[in-house]
Nanobody
Framework: QVQLVESGGGLVQAGGSLRLSCAAS????????MGWFRQVPGKDREIVAG????????YYPDSVKGRFTISRDNAKNMVYLQMNGLQPEDTAVYYC?????????????????????WGQGTQVTVSS
């Protein structure tokens, strides 16, 4: 099973930016749909970005649209999340996830239950 390792979290002031990275262990990384989720204590884990295996199609919920950008580099087995205009409500543990199912090249997985493998998470804290 693929191993995912996130990095890049930290403390930032409101309005600032962070770039999260996720390294995948499998050579077949280019076949997986990838996503970024976040979770705060007492709440469900929610998606903040998803990307198709081709990288052509992406998905963002309204809460982050226009501020967050997901991208991937299949040659390096990496997926990234660029976060701009961060606000205190973005404070959470951010998780990278992979969907192994055989789907079309343009499909973006949006639901938590579509994802099969998860990283350990990286903390993002935004101060006001």
């Amino acid at each position: 099973q693929v191993q995912l390792v996130e990095s890049g979290g930290g403390l930032v002031q409101a309005g600032g930016s962070l770039r999260l990275s996720c390294a995948a262990s499998e050579r077949t990384f280019s076949m997986y749909r990838m996503g970024w989720f976040r979770q705060v204590p007492g709440k469900d884990r929610e998606i903040v970005a998803g990307i198709s295996r081709s990288g052509i199609t992406t998905y963002y919920p309204d809460s982050v649209k226009g501020r967050f950008t997901i991208s991937r580099d299949n040659a390096k087995n990496m997926v990234y999340l660029q976060m701009n205009g961060l606000q205190p409500e973005d404070t959470a543990v951010y998780y990278c996830a992979a969907d192994f199912a055989d789907r079309s090249a343009l499909y973006v997985s949006r639901r938590r239950d579509e994802y099969d493998s998860w990283g350990q998470g990286t903390q993002v804290t935004v101060s006001s």
